[in-house]
């Protein structure tokens, strides 16, 4: 919507003002014909009637402490001591990390560029990304054909599901630009760093990311940049709604996600598996509103889609019914069934993948000293993956809030409602993975 009719509903707020002084740069000009996006308007509604309802003092010592929050890892360690005491009550945290380990973490994601240049020329293996982009094509192959096969879809909704899954592009270690010098040089030729402090520092390298970011505002969108892509060191997956991308840093093609010397069963559970994931969520309840050039559009019929809501109605009745029983708490099936669709969808086609990797390459030998078949290591693999502990007011924090379920449901989730497992590992009608209702969007 426009800034104008954002002012018109929620008046309450000088939305002009506000958004004009985060932009505040010379050449860019907001008025009230900037278009805004409010994805979530409930949200709105909520927070106009809180602000309402909440002394102007309170709202004052909020915003005053969010801000404090924000800069305390720049500041003294006395201002440290008090945050460490907050986060104590708030997530159960005993300990702070080193002080270079806070560093290494600021430097990385601030000034990634540099850095993430430095990890992939001394650390990371070209082998890595060669393989990891063969595992990439075989998973979205099977993806494509697990569209081709699925009953349910009308074909002209799946002619466009077939379009934007081939138009899925991938980003795997790291652009090429990142190797040369000159690229890194001319993209920070024009920062300027107050070196006054370590907070004047940081928040200059803010301000210079920050306003990168808003030179983009009234341009096309560049789906070629490089530069995007460029966080090589981090451990994590994404797809992108506005690219129709699925990125695959440097850092998460190694360890227990992926190895170029270990049997493919295992990196097709781990790896496979979240890049089966991100795939689907191109398809899942908000990337099935974005079409293939990642536009906000409706391509779906409204039998299909009705159809895809009572799927998915599934899977949130599923996730609701688990109990956390430490806290006696449930899940929250709404919030987390994007996930929880892709994880499903995710490692169901990382299987399908591997077993037609299988067909073309031979029948792998199994790991010694475990009398698991190639098929049953490929589940461990992906329950291994979720392996994690976590301090009891963290897991609260994440359950009641969180878009991901717990860990160990994502595993049980998944796994009972494929018939894969169930029959790799002989599962009985009355085992306990195996659930009466099995739930499934793909």
């Given at each position: 919507?426009?800034?104008?009719?954002?002012?018109?509903?929620?008046?309450?707020?000088?939305?002009?003002?506000?958004?004009?002084?985060?932009?505040?740069?010379?050449?860019?000009?907001?008025?009230?014909?900037?278009?805004v996006i409010v994805r979530v308007p409930d949200y709105f509604i909520n927070l106009m009637n809180l602000i309402k309802r909440t002394p102007k003092r309170v709202l004052a010592n909020y915003i005053l402490a969010k801000t404090v929050l924000f800069i305390i890892?720049?500041?003294?360690?006395?201002?440290?001591?008090?945050?460490?005491?907050?986060?104590?009550?708030?997530?159960?945290?005993?300990?702070?990390?080193?002080?270079?380990?806070?560093?290494?973490?600021?430097?990385?994601?601030?000034?990634?560029?540099?850095?993430?240049?430095?990890?992939?020329?001394?650390?990371?293996?070209?082998?890595?990304?060669?393989?990891?982009?063969?595992?990439?094509?075989?998973?979205?192959?099977?993806?494509?054909?697990?569209?081709?096969?699925?009953?349910?879809?009308?074909?002209?909704?799946?002619?466009?599901?077939?379009?934007?899954?081939?138009?899925?592009?991938?980003?795997?270690?790291?652009?090429?630009?990142?190797?040369?010098?000159?690229?890194?040089?001319?993209?920070?030729?024009?920062?300027?760093?107050?070196?006054?402090?370590?907070?004047?520092?940081?928040?200059?390298?803010?301000?210079?990311?920050?306003?990168?970011?808003?030179?983009?505002?009234?341009?096309?969108?560049?789906?070629?940049?490089?530069?995007?892509?460029?966080?090589?060191?981090?451990?994590?997956?994404?797809?992108?709604?506005?690219?129709?991308?699925?990125?695959?840093?440097?850092?998460?093609?190694?360890?227990?996600?992926?190895?170029?010397?270990?049997?493919?069963?295992?990196?097709?559970?781990?790896?496979?598996?979240?890049?089966?994931?991100?795939?689907?969520?191109?398809?899942?309840?908000?990337?099935?509103?974005?079409?293939?050039?990642?536009?906000?559009?409706?391509?779906?019929?409204?039998?299909?889609?009705?159809?895809?809501?009572?799927?998915?109605?599934?899977?949130?009745?599923?996730?609701?019914?688990?109990?956390?029983?430490?806290?006696?708490?449930?899940?929250?099936?709404?919030?987390?069934?994007?996930?929880?669709?892709?994880?499903?969808?995710?490692?169901?086609?990382?299987?399908?993948?591997?077993?037609?990797?299988?067909?073309?390459?031979?029948?792998?030998?199994?790991?010694?000293?475990?009398?698991?078949?190639?098929?049953?290591?490929?589940?461990?693999?992906?329950?291994?993956?979720?392996?994690?502990?976590?301090?009891?007011?963290?897991?609260?924090?994440?359950?009641?809030?969180?878009?991901?379920?717990?860990?160990?449901?994502?595993?049980?989730?998944?796994?009972?409602?494929?018939?894969?497992?169930?029959?790799?590992?002989?599962?009985?009608?009355?085992?306990?993975?195996?659930?009466?209702?099995?739930?499934?969007?793909?």
């Open positions: 919507m426009l800034i104008r009719d954002l002012q018109r509903q929620f008046p309450e707020i000088n939305w002009l003002k506000y958004i004009g002084g985060i932009v505040n740069m010379p050449n860019i000009k907001i008025t009230e014909e900037e278009v890892p720049y500041l003294h360690q006395d201002m440290r001591n008090k945050e460490d005491n907050y986060n104590k009550v708030l997530q159960g945290v005993l300990d702070r990390k080193s002080r270079w380990k806070e560093c290494v973490n600021i430097a990385t994601t601030s000034i990634n560029l540099p850095i993430s240049s430095l990890y992939v020329k001394n650390y990371f293996k070209n082998e890595s990304k060669a393989r990891a982009e063969d595992l990439v094509y075989t998973v979205k192959r099977e993806f494509i054909k697990l569209l081709e096969k699925v009953s349910w879809l009308d074909n002209i909704t799946r002619k466009h599901a077939l379009e934007k899954a081939a138009a899925i592009a991938t980003y795997i270690g790291y652009p090429i630009e990142l190797l040369d010098d000159y690229n890194i040089n001319k993209y920070y030729s024009n920062i300027q760093i107050n070196f006054d402090s370590y907070l004047s520092a940081a928040l200059s390298i803010n301000l210079f990311n920050d306003n990168l970011e808003f030179e983009k505002l009234h341009g096309s969108f560049n789906r070629s940049d490089w530069s995007k892509h460029s966080l090589a060191t981090e451990i994590n997956a994404y797809y992108s709604l506005e690219e129709n991308s699925i990125s695959f840093p440097a850092g998460i093609l190694q360890g227990t996600f992926f190895d170029i010397n270990r049997p493919n069963y295992m990196n097709y559970g781990t790896l496979g598996y979240v890049i089966g994931h991100e795939i689907t969520h191109g398809f899942d309840d908000e990337g099935r509103q974005f079409d293939k050039e990642g536009n906000l559009n409706e391509w779906w019929s409204t039998k299909t889609r009705d159809t895809f809501k009572e799927k998915a109605e599934c899977i949130i009745r599923q996730y609701d019914n688990y109990i956390y029983k430490e806290f006696n708490q449930s899940l929250n099936g709404v919030n987390t069934q994007g996930e929880n669709i892709a994880d499903n969808a995710g490692m169901k086609v990382s299987y399908l993948a591997y077993q037609s990797w299988v067909k073309e390459n031979g029948i792998e030998p199994k790991l010694p000293g475990l009398d698991y078949s190639p098929n049953q290591m490929f589940w461990i693999s992906a329950a291994q993956l979720w392996c994690s502990k976590y301090r009891k007011e963290e897991m609260l924090n994440a359950i009641l809030s969180d878009d991901h379920a717990p860990p160990k449901f994502r595993i049980i989730g998944s796994l009972s409602n494929s018939e894969y497992f169930l029959k790799d590992f002989k599962c009985g009608a009355n085992s306990t993975m195996n659930s009466e209702t099995k739930c499934g969007v793909w």
